[in-house]
Structure formats: structure tokens, C-alpha cells
């Protein structure tokens, strides 16, 4: 069984079938991510498009060893697209209807929480809390500085403690 | 972190159960979904070729069109001196640039893949 390099360079010159292995590989951690940043429902479509837009582009990948981390951005950039729409209606509802105390219990209040937070929040708060990345490789899967991802995290932190008081 | 305020544990701690929860479709059939969608890809030489073939005939055309030789604009006022016609094959046609320059096309046979094998 070729190991994950030797997967990434025959997927480059053209095999499905490598590329397949590739993304059993990655699914589970690209689906966690997107759910995060593009919510539950739309998570795995939006992880196959982007896979789709991968296999397009991967002739183009100079570093073949990077290829979890430029997948990750590809997808990334993907989640972004589809929350233009929903962060509208959210600064919407903000406006409309004054945030209550969520209850941490229900997975309903989280999610709607994590809704409240822009996506690069999102996405920096779910590769170091879920993924428990270094700042550092949150940064080059984000494709952002690692000082910046200490930037959205501190953001992310802070709106979070606010809204958990009840606050916001 | 001093500058970090923590968000109360429970709330990371919610966050990363239900951060790690599987996907609904397992990755082996995802893999499967993937791989169904795929279109082969064209390989970076055929496709230059392809764009040289194109580029080569949409000028020989221009050529034609508005060129010097155009019909319309400059007849050519000698005879034509073209040899006796050849049997062309059924996939060739026969363009004359001018009265001594034949341009041969050679038409792709229908179900061949455009650019050719990457």
C-alpha cells in the first residue's frame, strides 16, 4: 500500500484511485472542519465540491508533502463562500431579537452560538479546540499568520464569554 | 494566555464533543462519491497542443479572410496553376491559401478524444 506521498503524486499524474485514498484519508477531519465554519447540513457537500475542485487544481501542487494543508484551505475558502449569505441574516437576527443565555446542554444553543462567531473565528477556534493544532499549522491550513489565528482566537474567546453570560 | 480570556470550559468542552462527532457518510463511501464525480483530467501537454492546433487554424483562416490574398480584395489575376487534383482521403480537406498553396486539414475521427492520449 504506497503511503500518503506516493498517494498525492499518483492522484497528480491522473489516478482516481489514489486520489480516492486520499480522501478517505481526509474526510472525516475536512467534514469536521467545515461543519464548524459552514454549519451540519451543508458540511459534506461542501467537502465533496471542494475535493472535486482539488483533483482540478492538483497538477498545479508544487509541494506534494503540503497537500492536507492545501486541501484544508480549499475547503476552507469553499466554507467561506457559502456563509456569505448566512452571516447577513445573522447580523439580522442580532438586530431583531436580543440574545438570551444559551444552554450549554443543547447542541442546538451551541451550534447557534458558533453561528454568532465570523467564520475565520470559527474555523481558528475548531483546529485548536477540536483538531488541537499549533498555532502555526492552524495558520498555514488557513493560510493566514500564526499571528493573526492568535488574533481570531483571543476575538473568538472573548464574543463567546460574552454571549455565554448573556451579555451580547 | 494572560491576554486570552478563557471561555468556560464547559463550552469548549461541549465544542470539542460535538466538533468530533463522525460524518453522517462514512469516508470510504464518501471516497466512492468522489471518485464517481471525477472527469479525467487533460494533461498539461495536450492541452497545449490542443491550443496550438486551435491558435494555428483560426489564423490560417484569418489569413484567408483578410489577408492579402483575399478574394475580394486582390483576385489573383493569373490562372490558377493547381495540379491535377489528388484523391484525398474521406477525413482530409483541401484549402488553397493561394493558387500554389494547398492547406490540408485533417478532421478528427468522431469518438476520438480531443488533444489526443495525456
Redesign the interface.
Known amino acids: 500500500m504506497p503511503g500518503p506521498l506516493a498517494l498525492v503524486r499518483q492522484a497528480q499524474d491522473g489516478s482516481p484511485e489514489a486520489f480516492g485514498r486520499l480522501v478517505e484519508i481526509h474526510w472525516d477531519r475536512l467534514v469536521r472542519l467545515a461543519r464548524s465554519v459552514a454549519g451540519e447540513l451543508e458540511a459534506e457537500d461542501v467537502v465533496q465540491d471542494a475535493l472535486i475542485a482539488a483533483w482540478r487544481s492538483l497538477p498545479r501542487l508544487v509541494q506534494p508533502e503540503s497537500f492536507g494543508s492545501w486541501v484544508t484551505r480549499i475547503v476552507f475558502r469553499r466554507c467561506l463562500k457559502k456563509t456569505r449569505w448566512r452571516r447577513l441574516r445573522l447580523a439580522l437576527e442580532d438586530a431583531l431579537f436580543p440574545a438570551t443565555r444559551p444552554d450549554l446542554d443543547s447542541e442546538l444553543a451551541l451550534q447557534q452560538l458558533l453561528a454568532r462567531l465570523p467564520p475565520r473565528q470559527r474555523a481558528v477556534l475548531h483546529l485548536t479546540v477540536v483538531e488541537e493544532l499549533s498555532d502555526s499549522e492552524v495558520g498555514t491550513a488557513l493560510g493566514i499568520a500564526p499571528g493573526s489565528v492568535r488574533a481570531h482566537r483571543l476575538r473568538a474567546r472573548r464574543t463567546l464569554a460574552r454571549l455565554v453570560q448573556g451579555e451580547a | 494566555m494572560v491576554?486570552?480570556?478563557?471561555?468556560?470550559d464547559?463550552?469548549?468542552q461541549?465544542?470539542?464533543e460535538?466538533?468530533?462527532?463522525?460524518?453522517?457518510?462514512p469516508?470510504?463511501q464518501?471516497?466512492?462519491?468522489?471518485?464517481e464525480?471525477?472527469r479525467?483530467?487533460r494533461?498539461?501537454v495536450a492541452t497545449f497542443r490542443w491550443a496550438l492546433a486551435t491558435a494555428v487554424a483560426t489564423l490560417t483562416v484569418l489569413a484567408v479572410l483578410v489577408g492579402p490574398h483575399a478574394p475580394e480584395h486582390a483576385p489573383s489575376p493569373r490562372p490558377p496553376t493547381r495540379q491535377a487534383p489528388m484523391p484525398l482521403p474521406e477525413n482530409v480537406v483541401q484549402w488553397w491559401l493561394d493558387a500554389d498553396t494547398p492547406v490540408y486539414f485533417i478532421l478528427r475521427p468522431q469518438g476520438e478524444p480531443i488533444g489526443g492520449a495525456?
Open positions: 491576554d486570552e480570556p478563557d471561555t468556560p464547559r463550552l469548549e461541549a465544542f470539542r460535538w466538533g468530533r462527532r463522525p460524518p453522517r457518510v469516508a470510504r464518501a471516497a466512492r462519491q468522489v471518485v464525480r471525477l479525467p483530467r494533461g498539461a495525456s
